[in-house]
């Protein structure tokens, strides 16, 4: 069945940078729509960014337009969220998340969770 490890989280100062990993396997990679979901202490799960099978569009966060960048590299079967100039109110757990065969993100039917990276920005 499909799967997804995360990793890449950990303390980093506010206005700093992190880049989160999401390893995709027991599906054909170009076939899963990926996205990343974040929630903070005392708020509900949120999705931060999204993107589509190979071809396909990305989406993002009002919050983090311009900051975060999703990516995915076919060659690793790996889905990448570069943060850059990091806020503290962006300190959560991010959880990836998959759907297969979405010819769009799935913000609220994604089937698959992988069991989250914690993310602390912190001075």
């Known amino acids: 069945q499909l799967q997804l490890v995360e990793s890449g989280g950990g303390l980093v100062q506010p206005g700093g940078s992190l880049r989160l990993s999401c390893v995709v396997s027991?599906?054909?990679?170009?076939?899963?729509?990926v996205g990343w979901f974040r929630q903070a202490p005392g708020k509900e799960r949120e999705g931060v960014s999204c993107?589509?099978?190979?071809?396909?569009?990305?989406e993002y966060k009002d919050s983090v337009k311009g900051r975060f960048t999703i990516s995915r590299d076919k060659a690793n079967n790996t889905v990448y969220l570069e943060m850059n100039s990091l806020k503290p109110e962006d300190t959560a757990i991010y959880y990836c998340?998959?759907?297969?065969?979405?010819?769009?993100?799935?913000?609220?039917?994604?089937?698959?969770w992988g069991k989250g990276t914690l993310v602390i920005v912190s001075a």
């Open positions: 998340a998959a759907e297969a065969y979405s010819d769009l993100c799935p913000w609220d039917g994604m089937d698959y």
């Open positions: 027991g599906f054909t990679f170009d076939w899963v729509t």
């Open positions: 993107i589509g099978v190979s071809g396909g569009s990305t």
